[in-house]
C-alpha cells in the first residue's frame, strides 16, 4: 500500500510538472491508546503513528512560484513568495500554508517549489491528516532547504498552523505522533515538559482496531475549541483557590467535589473528565509494561464513558459501535478516539477475532444508521521520513 502510494504521488507529480519529483517524504497519521483531550490540559498521552501516510513528491522551482498539487482532490494551488502568505479560501492549503507562514517569518531560506500530494489517511476519521500534511511539509521545507528544524520545533510549528490557519486550538499530541512515530512503540508523551519515552506496543494475543463511523458533525471545530474555554475557566478557578495547583496534574478529584458549585456543572463535569483521564494514562502505561490488557482494556472503556457523558465530545454514532463492540466477549475495551463528534473507536480486542467483530458490528452499525462502516487494521510504524529508493 506505501509503495503504491509513493507510485501514484510520483506519477501525480511528472504529469503535472513534466518531470520527476527529487524528493519524497511520508507522513504517518496516529492513533492514541488513551489519553483524550488531555494534551492541552498538560497530560499524558499514548499515541502512536501508523502505516497510513501522506506522500509528499517534491523538487524545488526555479523561481519564488509555489504550486500544490492535492492529487485525491484534483485540486490546485498556486502562489508566489513575493507575495504575503495569508489563509486560503479552501481549507486544504491552510495546512501547508500556515507552516510556511511561520517558516517565513523567522526568516528561514525558504524558496519556491512544486508539490504533489496523496493520502492513504482517510480524512475526517480522527487519525490526524492534517498534523500529517503540516508535519510533512515542516520536515520537505527543512529536508531541501535545510533549515536545521528540530523534530520537536516542527510538530510545534504544525500545531501553531493549526491554530492560525485552521482555527482548531489542538495540543500538541497528532503533531509530535507523526513526527516522533516510531515502528512497533507507542509514545508516553508529557505534555507539559514535551518530555516523552517509548514503551513496546507490544499487544501480545491482543490487537488494536479501529472502527470508522465515516460521519463527522459540523460542531467539531466549534466543539473542541469550547471545551479547551472550558477547562481552561476551570483551572483558573482551581488555582485561584488551590495555589499549589499548577496543572490538572497537581489538582485531585476533592478538590473538584469541594469547587464543584463555583465551577458549575458543566466546567465540574469537564475538569473531572480530564484529572481522571490524566490518572488513567499512567495506570495504562502500567498495565501495558505490565502486558495487563484486561486492565488496559477496562482503562480505555472508563476513557470514553468519560468522553461521553463528562467531556460531552462523542455522538451517538460512536457510542452505538462502542456499545455494540463491547458486547462481544472477544473485545477487552474500546471508546472514541482523537477529537471527537464522530471518527473512529479504538478497539483492543483478541487477535484473530476481528473479522467476526467486523462483520456483527457492520450489519448492526448499517442496520442503526444506514451508514457502511469502515474498518482498519493497523501497524505502529515511524515516523515522518525522507523515502529513499
Ligand atoms: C485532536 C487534537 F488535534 C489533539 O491535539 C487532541 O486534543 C485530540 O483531538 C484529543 O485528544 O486530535
Redesign the pocket.
Known amino acids: 500500500m506505501k509503495k503504491k502510494l509513493i507510485r501514484n504521488t510520483t506519477a501525480g507529480f511528472e504529469k503535472e510538472f513534466g518531470s520527476m519529483p527529487k524528493h519524497i517524504f511520508l507522513s504517518p497519521g496516529r492513533i492514541?491508546i488513551i489519553?483524550?483531550?488531555?494534551?492541552?490540559n498538560h497530560g499524558f498521552?499514548l499515541p502512536a503513528a501508523i502505516n497510513k501516510y501522506i506522500c509528499f513528491a517534491v523538487s524545488e522551482s526555479d523561481s519564488d512560484d509555489c504550486t500544490l498539487v492535492a492529487l485525491d482532490l484534483n485540486e490546485k494551488f498556486r502562489f508566489s513568495l513575493q507575495n504575503p502568505v495569508v489563509p486560503a479560501a479552501a481549507m486544504w492549503p491552510n495546512y501547508i500554508l500556515g507552516v510556511l507562514h511561520q517558516l517565513l517569518e523567522m526568516q528561514f531560506p525558504v524558496r519556491g517549489f512544486n508539490i504533489a500530494f496523496s493520502s492513504t489517511i482517510p480524512m475526517g476519521a480522527?487519525l490526524?491528516s492534517?498534523?500529517a500534511v503540516e508535519c510533512g511539509f515542516g520536515f520537505a521545507m527543512d529536508s531541501i532547504f535545510s533549515l536545521g528544524l528540530s523534530k520537536e520545533r516542527i510538530a510545534l510549528i504544525g500545531?501553531k498552523a493549526?491554530h492560525t490557519f485552521a482555527g482548531?486550538h489542538?495540543?500538541?499530541?497528532?503533531q509530535f505522533a507523526s513526527v516522533f512515530g516510531k515502528k512497533r512503540k507507542v509514545i508516553k508523551l508529557d505534555c507539559d515538559s514535551l518530555e516523552y519515552e517509548y514503551h513496546n506496543a507490544d499487544f501480545k494475543n491482543y490487537a488494536l482496531l479501529l472502527l470508522d463511523s465515516k460521519v463527522k458533525h459540523t460542531h467539531l471545530t466549534s466543539g473542541?475549541n469550547d471545551r479547551r474555554r472550558e477547562t481552561e475557566q476551570g483551572l483558573a478557578l482551581v488555582k485561584k483557590q488551590f495555589p499549589e495547583v499548577r496543572t490538572f496534574r497537581d489538582c485531585t478529584e476533592t478538590q473538584l467535589l469541594e469547587l464543584r458549585s463555583e465551577l458549575g456543572e458543566i466546567n465540574f463535569r469537564r475538569c473531572h473528565f480530564v484529572v481522571t483521564e490524566i490518572r488513567r494514562v499512567l495506570e495504562a502505561v502500567d498495565a501495558l509494561e505490565q502486558a495487563d490488557f484486561a486492565r488496559l482494556g477496562r482503562l480505555m472503556s472508563e476513557t470514553h464513558h468519560g468522553l461521553s457523558k463528562e467531556y460531552e465530545v462523542s455522538c451517538p454514532e460512536i457510542d452505538f459501535l462502542v456499545e455494540s463492540v463491547s458486547s462481544e466477549q472477544t473485545v477487552l475495551g474500546a471508546r472514541m478516539m482523537?477529537?471527537?463528534f464522530g471518527g473512529c473507536a479504538i478497539c483492543l480486542v483478541q487477535k484473530g477475532s476481528e473479522e467476526g467483530i467486523i462483520e456483527r458490528t457492520t450489519k448492526a452499525y448499517q442496520e442503526q444508521f444506514g451508514i457502511a462502516l469502515q474498518a482498519y487494521k493497523i501497524k505502529i510504524s515511524k515516523g515522518t521520513s525522507v523515502y529513499k529508493k
Open positions: 492514541n489519553g483524550e483531550h488531555v494534551d492541552y498521552v480522527g490526524s492534517s498534523a500545531q493549526e482548531v489542538c495540543g500538541i499530541m497528532d473542541y482523537g477529537g471527537g
